[in-house]
């Protein structure tokens, strides 16, 4: 069974940082795109960075500079460093697996970001 596991939200002042962690199982990791997602409260759900199976990296253009995605497949876990925090920044963050027309959610962390 897939199963996609977010931890690691909470509740930040502007400006600080939270690191996100997603750990996969059922799936062989290593081969998935894995991606953070993120979903405020009233709106669509919006990338926020991917991760290839070879290590190559996307960004939105919101979080360019501040946020950075990795992977350590020994562990399959994919991390999501979250620096320079700000209120627009608050959503529950969903971590994405992909590979061709396989897709994988999982159910979310909230981070909350306070002014």
């Known amino acids: 069974q897939v199963q996609l596991v977010e931890s690691g939200g909470g509740l930040v002042q502007a400006g600080g940082s939270l690191r996100l962690s997603c750990a996969a199982s059922?799936?062989?990791?290593?081969?998935?795109?894995m991606g953070w997602y993120r979903q405020a409260s009233g709106k669509q759900r919006e990338l926020v960075a991917t991760?290839?199976?070879?290590?190559?990296?996307n960004y939105a253009d919101s979080v360019k500079g501040r946020f950075t995605i990795s992977r350590d497949n020994a562990k399959s876990t994919v991390y999501l460093q979250m620096n320079s925090l700000k209120p627009e920044d608050t959503a529950v963050y969903y971590c994405?697996?992909?590979?061709?027309?396989?897709?994988?959610w999982g159910r979310g962390t909230q981070v909350t970001v306070s002014s």
């Open positions: 991760i290839t199976d070879t290590g190559n990296t």
């Open positions: 994405n697996a992909q590979l061709i027309a396989t897709i994988r």
């Open positions: 059922g799936i062989i990791f290593s081969i998935y795109a």
